[in-house]
């Protein structure tokens, strides 16, 4: 070795550092993402199809409330405004429960008395699960977005029933959910009756009750009966699920639960009839999980049911009369307004734009009948005989409950027949009369479109003229009663008064505002300013239902005190009053009553300037804050 033997620094290649491996730890770690993404990537191919069924009632959805969108906090369902005003105060309030702010008896309305939300259809369910984007949005946007929710939500759901438990094709499911989901009730309905059209949960209920009976028969005696008898695991599942569902439901819409019941109900009866052997085989495990699904509910559900029917404010009674709220017979054969076919001379067969329950015109009714009959005289294969059973099951279904939605007394085009509808063995039972007859009919959409998804079904695995007439004939009776976008309007803006926050100046958090008018069921605009500053302040009077009627029956409203009574006059003629000194009298103790903090008139309220006169009078000179009179009594 010499000198001039070249060095590793000089003439050789540069040492390399060691490469780092990965720890066992991040190893895994890494492979359980790509196994994440790669199991992505294969439920997304293999359910491209449902995933696009989806994406299309969503879409749908969207385009029929497309008018509430540019703004939703100005503008409204035209066809109903008043029930908007009072869902997005339930949403309000409702929405409070995340502030610790919340009970089943609220005194945000109607102070000094209060309002009873569970004798109220006030969706308390929906308003906490979307109590942040109430708080965060405004109670407007949460609207919007069940209007719409309601529609796609409720077809997804029917969707993958029929898809899962009935096994039906995807087009076949498709067509049968467009029509549960979007029928022309359902449409109707979402005109501000977000209790009946949010139904996401009833598919769930109807697939809990499928599984609970599955898992109560052991089969048939032989070799492919299930070893040990009822699977028990699954009957406790099923049953708990079912008291979670019911629970839930009743949250959100009793009088869809009540429906529901009553349709299964006479679907298992039916079913039970024609199967007498599945009758014996099931029915002890089948009727025990029900009652420890019933009894589960109940522990759950007790207290504020005893609320809503005994507790404060609570009523036992029906407000609305079923000789009035009854389907008129022609309404069956006949096409909803809000539908493609339809035109505005139906309006007359119904009580208005939120009840065409039962418009689906002569080509869906024909189709669904045709469907009917072919499916009940198909071949009698052991699994053409189960289908067969569960079409009998839903055409007597449909008819109980069209004939119950005919009312009392049956109408036909207009006119009183006198002839006594099936209703009358119902009428006046508890529970029952809480429930408008014509809303009975609401519950033969998804009976006719599980019928018009087994047709398809049939038809897409048959063979020749059948696998293409079917399906085109069904379509084409669906094509009519394609809904419309519901028609919207813009509504006044609210006073900065309240937008602005100015409210504060007058009223402490929690003490009563009082809005000159007041708000009454006809006119419930005003509740509209403790909508927008999320039910921060309580307001007299208002648009509700209570025991304010003859001898403490259900009532539209409270009744209205006299500074009330004279304030609305004057809202409505414009003549101020002079007021008397009894007038005075009476303004001072009615304000003590509502335990009123600030009495206020707005610019925009009906004839201002003389309202602003009239609470001079009472009230002695008012103070101006932002576009708004207030007075402290």
Not at 513 to 520: D, G, R, S
Request: with cysteine.
């Amino acid at each position: 070795m010499t000198s001039e033997a070249p060095t590793a620094t000089e003439d050789g290649p540069a040492p390399t550092a060691p490469q780092a491996t990965p720890g066992p730890r991040r190893v895994r770690l890494l492979a359980a993402l790509a196994g994440c993404r790669n199991a992505l990537a294969v439920a997304l191919v293999r359910h491209r199809a449902d995933l696009l069924v989806v994406l299309a009632f969503v879409l749908f959805a969207g385009w029929l409330t497309h008018g509430l969108w540019p703004d939703p906090g100005r503008r409204v369902l035209a066809l109903n405004p008043a029930d908007q005003a009072l869902y997005e105060w339930f949403l309000a309030v409702d929405a409070r429960a995340l502030l610790g702010d919340f009970g089943l008896v609220t005194d945000k309305l109607n102070a000094p008395y209060g309002v009873n939300l569970m004798a109220n259809t006030s969706v308390v369910a929906l308003g906490v699960v979307f109590a942040p984007v109430t708080l965060l949005f405004g109670a407007p946007v949460t609207f919007a977005l069940l209007a719409a929710g309601g529609l796609a939500g409720t077809a997804i759901a029917w969707y993958l029933l029929f898809v899962r438990v009935l096994r039906a094709r995807r087009l076949a499911a498709g067509i049968g959910a467009a029509v549960a989901g979007f029928g022309p009730g359902m449409v109707s309905q979402t005109n501000s009756h977000l209790h009946m059209t949010v139904q996401w949960l009833i598919p769930v209920l109807v697939w809990l009750v499928v599984r609970l009976l599955r898992a109560a028969d052991p089969g048939p005696d032989g070799p492919a009966r299930r070893p040990g008898g009822p699977d028990r695991r699954r009957l406790v599942t099923s049953a708990l699920g079912l008291a979670a569902v019911v629970s839930t439901q009743i949250f959100v819409g009793e009088e869809v639960l009540f429906l529901t019941a009553l349709v299964l109900v006479v679907m298992t009866v039916t079913y039970a009839a024609s199967d007498r052997a599945l009758l014996r085989r099931a029915l002890p495990g089948f009727a025990g999980g029900l009652l420890v699904a019933a009894g589960l509910s109940l522990l759950v559900v007790g207290y504020p049911l005893w609320v809503q029917f005994a507790g404060p404010l609570g009523v036992a009674d029906g407000i609305f009369s079923p000789y009035h709220f009854s389907a008129d017979l022609a309404g069956w054969w006949t096409h909803s307004p809000l539908s493609v076919a339809g035109g505005p001379e139906a309006d007359r067969l119904t009580t208005g734009p939120a009840e065409y329950n039962t418009f689906l015109g002569w080509p869906l009714l024909a189709a669904g009948t045709a469907a009917t009959v072919w499916l009940l005289v198909g071949s009698r294969t052991p699994e053409r005989v189960g289908q067969r059973r569960l079409v009998l099951a839903c055409l007597v279904a449909a008819v109980v409950m069209a004939a119950l939605s005919l009312g009392p007394t049956v109408v036909v085009d207009g006119e009183r027949t006198g002839i006594p509808g099936p209703y009358r063995l119902l009428a006046g039972l508890p529970v029952v009369d809480g429930a408008l007859p014509m809303r009975f009919a609401l519950a033969v959409l998804p009976l006719l479109a599980t019928v018009a998804t087994l047709a398809v079904d049939r038809a897409l695995r048959a063979d020749g003229w059948v696998r293409r007439l079917v399906p085109a004939a069904v379509f084409a009776a669906v094509l009519p009663v394609t809904p419309t976008p519901l028609p919207t309007a813009d509504r006044p803006p609210l006073p900065e008064f309240v937008t602005g926050g100015h409210w504060r100046e007058c009223v402490s958090p929690g003490g009563v505002l009082v809005p000159v008018p007041l708000p009454t069921p006809r006119q419930p605009w005003p509740m509209r300013w403790a909508t927008a500053a999320d039910a921060e302040f309580r307001l007299p009077e208002g648009f509700f239902i209570g025991p304010f009627g003859k001898d403490a029956t259900a009532a539209m409203g409270v009744w209205k005190r006299p500074t009330s009574r004279l304030l609305d006059a004057v809202a409505e003629d414009g003549v101020p009053s002079l007021g008397s000194e009894q007038e005075r009298r009476q303004a001072a103790q009615d304000a003590r009553f509502w335990e009123a903090e600030c009495v206020v008139v707005t610019d925009d309220a009906p004839h201002a300037p003389s309202l602003r006169i009239t609470l001079e009078q009472l009230y002695g000179p008012g103070t101006r804050i932002a576009d708004a009179w207030t007075w402290r009594p």
